[in-house]
T-cell receptor
Framework: QKEVEQDPGPLSVPEGAIVSLNCTYS??????FMWYRQYSRKGPELLMY????GNKEDGRFTAQVDKSSKYISLFIRDSQPSDSATYLC???????????FGAGTQVVVTP | DAGVIQSPRHEVTEMGQEVTLRCKPI?????LFWYRQTMMRGLELLIY????????DSGMPEDRFSAKMPNASFSTLKIQPSEPRDSAVYFC????????????FGEGSWLTVV
């Protein structure tokens, strides 16, 4: 079993819909959680960063962490075609060092 | 600020040849990571350095792979000899130790071994 599980999709939604993405993990030591966005033929770029449990909002993006369930989520409101990309969750136990990535979920937002 | 700079962006080489990938991390960052991404295995950490010292190379697939970081602004990942199964995108990334583990990726080096 992988340490981080993420459904690879693809997830197709109409423009304006809410996109809901999630990851589960098995290592209870993880306390730093990130979401990266990767456009085709580009490197991943950091989208959201959360420490420990709770919610974080940034514009149309909301990240949630539920450590008791070992479950993290990313919501994209009012989705746009430009949000079409692969979204990768990442996490670690320490404030530095290597990250454990999920497989990535491909999202397609259709006009 | 310039981001992480990788070269070459694309490389096609024949099996058995040596491949050298290069990386310049973001100035001031003291951690550097080499990742490999494939459809089958996703994003895998190969090795990471902290203050130019290799900290964890457990992800390096085999002895054909080697990485060096001679100074804070330059790192190489070498494959010798290359094999078709090494075809992948290789990403370099860097972070600042006290940044809460936010790492920044380069654009990747797309390697095809034929």
């Amino acid at each position: 079993q992988k340490e981080v599980e993420q459904d690879p999709g693809p997830l197709s939604v109409p423009e304006g819909a809410i996109v809901s993405l999630n990851c589960t993990y098995s290592n209870s030591a993880f306390q730093y959680f990130m979401w990266y966005r990767q456009y085709s033929r580009k490197g991943p770029e950091l989208l959201m960063y959360t420490y420990s449990s709770g919610n974080k909002e940034d514009g149309r993006f909301t990240a949630q962490v539920d450590k008791s369930s070992k479950y993290i989520s990313l919501f994209i409101r009012d989705s746009q075609p430009s949000d079409s990309a692969t979204y990768l969750c990442a996490m670690s136990a320490y404030s530095w060092g290597k990250l454990q990535f999920g497989a990535g979920t491909q999202v397609v937002v259709t006009p | 600020d310039a981001g992480v700079i990788q070269s070459p962006r694309h490389e096609v080489t024949e099996m058995g040849q040596e491949v050298t990938l290069r990386c310049k991390p973001i100035s001031g960052h003291n951690s550097l990571f080499w990742y490999r991404q494939t459809m089958m295995r996703g994003l895998e950490l190969l090795i990471y350095f902290n203050n130019n010292v290799p900290i964890d190379d457990s992800g390096m697939p085999e002895d054909r792979f080697s990485a060096k970081m001679p100074n804070a602004s330059f790192s190489t990942l070498k494959i010798q000899p290359s094999e078709p199964r090494d075809s992948a995108v290789y990403f370099c990334a860097s972070s600042q130790e006290r940044s809460g583990n936010t790492i920044y990726f380069g654009e990747g080096s797309w390697l095809t071994v034929v």
